[in-house]
């Protein structure tokens, strides 16, 4: 009897949001179990090929620059359309195109070809993604609404990264991608079904949550620079503990042992794990906090799990329990920085720029691979180990969260 009873309070919580954002919900379930396995594996795919970590990093500074194109591009396009339909279906079929580009990539040329396709339907995507959740959260608080897709995106990150590595090893060592055309396909077909409803709701959604949401509000808000900076931050922090931290651990540190990539695998999918059973109650914790709390307390982990790293380049055998206590603090910042940043952005921003604004918020992810990975990349073939980035990373978040701490408190 317990089984149906968990399993029927799971559907009444379920139920309890609108069909809306459920719809929405599903939506970036899927893409981010298909982009899951791409953003936290391609790195070591490609590293086993024989691609050097400066061209892995490139790859990824490529993929932003294209990405910044695409962004702004949709952002304007969702000012002035407000419709999410049809960037979604564009940024899968782009998905699609790079995930074939890099099953058949050999080299370096082929895996820039891929990873520019991957930049465009990444900074398609994800400012209409983000610009859905508020009009689709009627009567949810918009913090708890981004806290549930973010929750959804926590656990299909972590499916295609554990998936994905199961797959890479014992089926096909691109499973990733062929997971990611998959996923793509199956978007494509939510969005097509439910085409006509969504276009009317966004119509009747905006007039509505537009009301409330500070309609005189005409200039940014004043605060506006230091946030940017601190979610800029957080994001380069967040890009190299995807495409860098990887790498670290596969080449060793000053005294650390280098790790097998099976090892490395695993323990990038605890730390997804964790991120998966945090996001929905540190999420929800954190609406019910000042609307700045949860940059600050990720600012705050950040900075520690960073220098937990930096130490642990310089141990062998204590170095494994800094590197888990610093995956445990990177979880918190992650789940803590991920549902406040978009809400935080679309409420700073004037009325007629929220499309921008959202557009912004991606770009600042996409600023995180532009000089993230390629100078950690660079960095990781001259010195063979990161501490010194890890040091930086440290020191800055430690910075800006003292300046927000004492400016905007």
């Not at 200039?219 to 190299?240: E, G, H, R």
Request: glycine share 6%; with cysteine.
């Amino acid at each position: 009897m317990t089984i149906p009873n968990n399993f029927q309070i799971s559907k009444n919580w379920w139920i309890q949001f609108p069909y809306s954002l459920r719809l929405i919900t599903k939506i970036r379930f899927y893409a981010s179990f298909g982009a899951g396995g791409v953003i936290y594996l391609t790195s070591l795919i490609f590293n086993n090929i024989g691609l050097s970590a400066t061209d892995i990093g490139l790859g990824f500074t490529i993929s932003a620059i294209i990405g910044t194109l695409t962004r702004f591009l949709t952002g304007n396009y969702l000012n002035k359309t407000g419709e999410i339909q049809f960037p979604l279906i564009t940024s899968s079929i782009l998905s699609i195109a790079a995930s074939i580009f890099l099953i058949f990539t050999r080299d370096t040329f082929l895996y820039m070809i891929g990873q520019s396709f991957v930049g465009a339907a990444a900074g398609i995507y994800w400012p209409a993604a983000e610009f859905g959740v508020p009009f689709f959260c009627h009567r949810i608080e918009t913090r708890k609404a981004y806290a549930l897709v973010r929750s959804s995106e926590a656990l299909g990150i972590f499916l295609g990264v554990f998936l994905g590595g199961l797959m890479n090893n014992y089926v096909f060592p691109k499973s990733i991608f062929v997971n990611d055309i998959f996923c793509m396909f199956i978007i494509i077909f939510l969005i097509s079904k439910n085409y006509s409803y969504i276009k009317s709701k966004l119509e009747n959604f905006q007039k509505k949550i537009l009301n409330p949401i500070e309609q005189k509000q005409s200039k940014w808000n004043k605060n506006s620079l230091i946030i940017i900076l601190s979610i800029l931050l957080i994001t380069t922090s967040l890009a190299l503990i995807q495409v860098t931290l990887p790498l670290d651990l596969v080449k060793g540190g000053v005294y650390r042992n280098s790790l097998s990539k099976e090892i490395t695998s695993l323990i990038i999918s605890i730390q997804l794990i964790l991120l998966l059973f945090l996001q929905w109650p540190i999420g929800s914790w954190v609406s019910k906090k000042g609307r700045l709390f949860g940059l600050k307390f990720s600012l705050i982990n950040f900075s520690f799990a960073s220098f937990l790293l930096f130490i642990s380049s310089y141990l062998t055998i204590p170095a494994f329990y800094l590197i888990s206590f610093a995956l445990i603090l990177i979880s918190l910042a992650t789940a803590s920085f991920l549902p406040t940043s978009t809400d935080v952005v679309f409420r700073i921003a004037p009325l007629n720029k929220k499309g921008f604004a959202l557009a912004l918020l991606s770009q600042c992810f996409a600023m995180g691979y532009f000089v993230g990975p390629f100078i950690s990349g660079l960095i990781l073939d001259f010195l063979g180990y990161a501490s010194t980035i890890w040091l930086s990373i440290s020191s800055c978040c430690l910075i800006l969260y003292i300046i927000i701490f004492r400016k905007i408190f």
